[in-house]
């Protein structure tokens, strides 16, 4: 076959741009990348997204994919391996968590939206809940079902990468109680393909992002004087 070019359309922050680029550094696959601002996204953009949001992947510049969940999905099948179970229930089921996945990074950016203290830690006990529920789902160590990683993976280490940032302007304990949540969130945290769907300066941009968002996050950062 035909070697593609691969080129992902991104924003520095976006978790779900991270997992397409989790997948893409896990399956060794060359790419190219271009950041874009979504404040004011430029006009080509638009052509090549119909929903406006990244990430978009251009297979050879010329067809593009919209949506992680297919993108991750295109990449994982278009090379060897894979980071699904070949169990065909066993998959849709890591699809099924993957979805509630994306269910908690809604409810993240209610929290970091939040315009007082009670709707911010009545969604942080919602967020609580999330995080109770799959931790009577994790069924292995270091990852969710063990020694081997999996799009399900991809999908949790931005999760988890939001509450280094939070917790360093506010006590959440948002795992205490979850040690398997805990086991989790520090093997995606080491994990490399995890660290390289970011830059260096993630943490500050994040801070930067939510200070400018005149919600309760905004209050908490400010009152740390960060
Ligand atoms: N369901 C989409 C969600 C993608 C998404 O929400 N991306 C956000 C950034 S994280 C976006 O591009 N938003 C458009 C905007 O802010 O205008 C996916 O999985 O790709």
Redesign the pocket.
């Known amino acids: 076959m035909k070697q593609q070019n691969f080129h992902l359309i991104t924003?520095a922050?976006?978790?779900?741009?991270q997992r397409s680029i989790i997948t893409l550094e896990e399956k060794s696959i060359a790419y190219t990348r271009t950041d874009i601002d979504?404040a004011n996204?430029p006009t080509w953009f638009k052509q090549k997204s119909p929903?406006?949001?990244?990430?978009v992947l251009l297979v050879d510049e010329n067809r593009a994919l919209?949506?992680?969940?297919v993108?991750c999905e295109y990449l994982d099948e278009v090379t060897s391996g894979s980071l699904h179970p070949t169990d065909i229930l066993e998959k849709a089921y890591h699809r099924a968590w993957i979805e509630f996945g994306?269910g908690i990074l809604q409810s993240i950016a209610s929290l970091y939206n939040a315009k007082n203290s009670a709707s911010f830690h009545r969604i942080h006990t919602e967020i609580h809940g999330k995080f109770r529920i799959i931790e009577g789902k994790i069924s292995g160590i270091p990852f969710f079902t063990g020694e081997q990683f999996h799009l399900i993976d991809a999908v949790y280490g931005p999760i988890f990468r939001y509450f280094d940032v939070f917790d360093s302007f506010t006590d959440l304990n948002t795992f205490t109680n979850l040690p398997k949540c805990q086991w989790w969130r520090s093997a995606l945290r080491q994990r490399k393909s995890v660290q390289q769907a970011v830059a260096e300066n993630y943490p500050a941009l994040l801070v930067q992002f939510l200070k400018n968002r005149d919600s309760y996050t905004s209050q908490l950062i400010l009152t740390e004087g960060m």
């Not at 922050?13 to 741009?17: D, G, M, R, S, W």
């Open positions: 924003h922050l976006c978790p779900y741009v979504l996204k929903m406006g949001r990244v990430p919209f949506e992680s969940a993108i994306s």
